[in-house]
Every structure is written in structure tokens, then in C-alpha cells.
């Protein structure tokens, strides 16, 4: 006989302006208060204000360098605003349609017709903005004010609509036409508890993806719908560990987390955010933003579920590399391979950092880069590394060092032979799969 599935109710608490997520397992019950939506900035107008509200809360759970404000595209002989906000990390992008009932609500029915005619309208606008990105690239501003160009064709897009409602009919499900790419509606509530819950722009965007594909839910209950799904994931399929090397390890974690991230409250989990603002405030040798969006998306896309052990793992590692005696160095590294093998990320920790150990890094990187692409027969794959070193005076604790390697590897036979008789002589497992 199958397990049960753990039972799920909303229970409203404080006239309703919280929820209370009651949810039955076989280990017990637990109890998630869901909190209303970030209040809308004073002395703003409301649509106004709920747009900011949505940007506010991408941007501070998330990361501003993955939010971009409205750019404007000519369109015959007026202009068209794209997006209320656009959503960029990795290779997909969401377009968010914010939509604020700014009068009264009117009795139940003629509500739900209200929310169907804005949220039809919604997703019409949000295939517009994909159909003029796709004939021509926009430039965007994002929330750190930085600009990149946007190419449709670059990104996989959805359409988010995010509605601020002072009092929605119960069970309301909103209908709309098919507008051609994945589409899902939203209460401002619960895209805040989605940012609030996973702490990573990535994940947001991948359960909504994810979210997008299921059949459509009633506005404000998208927490049920997250514990339901965070429920019903399945049990990750081998991988061949060997394509790290030997001593590669399988580990998983849930794709969507039960307790919000960083739950626990220590800095640990905050390792990731520390990383992510120091490739985000740091000057970049090529200058190009659209390099710096790469590093940021790929460290971002480590799962949450393992940051904590990450940043747990990481502050050790920092202590233990300034173990050493006077003239020696130390090294400690971490990485990870998706399980389909096109990225891998590597963290380390150095004694000191300077002209010696930067080149040691790169080397360590372009073979571990080179030897996945062996393994795999991958050409298309990517590596970063991300690499600490302590500083012993000023208010920084470490400094941050970044280096991306993608598609085939350039290593010839010597470089080969040289960083192999450098990185491959310890016996001791290095790497988790």
C-alpha cells in the first residue's frame, strides 16, 4: 500500500491578513504562518506602489543584479513599456505583470470577472514584451543600476502575472488564453512567500517554471501548492559519481526546502549571499555585465537545501588554510556536478592570495574543467570556481576571486601533464557529486 500524502489546510489568522499552513505528515503536524505581503510604499500611487513592492521583494530576498526595471521599445508610432519588471537568471526569464485593484471590490462574481479581464490582459502584454524582445534586443537597468542588453531568443520565458488585491473572492481561479509560453498568476502574498521561503532568485524561477506547468490554482494559495509539490518530489536517480574522479560522491537535498531558508539563523547560510555581493560589487576585467550576470547565475544556482552545509564547510575551511607555518600554503576545495554535467562549481580556500597562487587556482580550475569534459564528452559545458582568501587587516574578512571556464578545454599535453603532477597527487577524496 502507497504512503499517505501528507494532508494540507489554510487556517486564517488575524482577520485574515495572515495564513496559517497546517500540514499533516507521518512525522507529525506542521505549522507555517504564511504573512501578508510587504506593505506598498507611503505617498506612492498603488499600482505604482505594488510594482515596487514586487521589485522590493525579488530584490532583497533574491538579488537586484536579477531584477530589471521596464525598459520602453518603439512599437508603429507610439512605445511599449516591456514588463512591469523582467526576472533574468541563467538562461530563463520571466516577465512580471503587476496588476493592483486600486477601487472598492465589488460583490464576489463581478470580482472574479474584474480579475479575469486584468490578469487576461496581463499575459497578453507579457507575450507582447517576449514577441519585441525576440525582433529586437532591449537595453535593461537592474536593481544595482547596470545595464546589459536583452536578446529574446537567449532566454526561456514566463509569463508571471503578481495581483494586489485588498479582499479576493474565496477560491477564485483565474482564466486566461494560451499566449505560447509557460503562465501562471499570483497574489502579491505569494510571490513574497516564495522569495521569503527560498532566498535565491534560481529557485524562484525554477518553481515557477515548475508551478506553471501544473493546473491552475486559486490566487493566494500558492504556499499549499509549493508544500504539496515539496511533498511529492521523488527520489533523485544515480548518477555515475566517477565523472569526477575518484572519491566522487552522490548527495541530495529537496528541490523545495519544508523550513524557509536559513531557518536555522546562523551565518552560515549567509556564506552565499556574501559571495554573490562580492562578485556583484567587484570590478570586472572584461567589464561586460553580461559576464558578471554568468558568475552570479551560476554560483546561485547551488541548491538551498545545501547552503547552510556549504557555508558551514567554507568558514572551516577559511580558519583551517591559516593553520600553516610561515612560507607554506594550503588549499581546500569543494565542487559540485549537475547531475547532466554541463556545470560544475568549485569553492576553495587559499592561505594568501598573489601572483603564484592566483595562476595555481586557474590551473586547478582548467583541469577539473578538462577532465569533466573527458569524462562526460561534453562541449558545451561550464566550470566556475570561486575561491577565499583571508585578509589580516581591514573590515573584510576575506577576499573573493572568480574564474569561469566554458566549452571545450584548451589544455595541451604539457599544461596536461604539469597540472595533473600538481593537483592529482592526494589520495584523499575532494569532490562531492
Known sequence: MDDPQ??????????????????????GVSIRRIPDALPLPPDTDPGKGAELATHAAAATWGLPDFVFHPSMAEKG????????????????GLIVQVKCRTVAPKPDEAERAWINKVVGKGMRQAKGTVRTLNIAAAQMVNGRGRTLTVAGDAFEWAAVLVLDHPRLPDATVPEWEPIGIPAIA?????????????????????????????????????PLRYYELAAADAEPAAIDTELVGHGGRQWSAPLLPQAPAGAEGTRAHLMTRIMLEDIATSPLPSGREEDRHVLLSDLDRLPVSARTEWGELLLDMLGDVQNVKPGNTKWRFRRML???????????????????????????IQLRHHEVAERTGLTDAATLGVLLTPRTGGRREWDTTCIRISGPSD??????????????RASAPEADI
Open 6 to 27: 501528507p494532508q494540507t489546510t489554510w487556517r486564517p489568522v488575524n482577520g485574515g491578513a495572515e495564513v496559517t499552513l497546517v500540514m499533516e505528515t507521518p512525522a
Open 77 to 92: 508610432s507610439g512605445r511599449r513599456e516591456l514588463g512591469d519588471r523582467v526576472i533574468l537568471t541563467g538562461r530563463r
Open 186 to 222: 499570483l497574489t502579491r502574498r505569494d510571490w513574497d512567500f516564495l522569495f521569503d521561503q527560498l532566498r535565491s532568485t534560481t529557485a524562484v524561477v525554477d518553481y515557477l517554471f515548475r508551478a506553471a506547468a501544473e493546473p491552475k490554482g486559486a490566487l493566494g494559495e500558492e
Open 338 to 364: 549537475d547531475p547532466d554535467g554541463t556545470q560544475q562549481l568549485i569553492t576553495g580556500c587559499c592561505t594568501r592570495y598573489d601572483d603564484i597562487t592566483r595562476e595555481a587556482f586557474r590551473s586547478y
Open 411 to 424: 589544455l595541451d599535453d604539457d599544461e596536461l601533464e604539469r597540472y595533473q603532477g600538481l593537483w592529482n
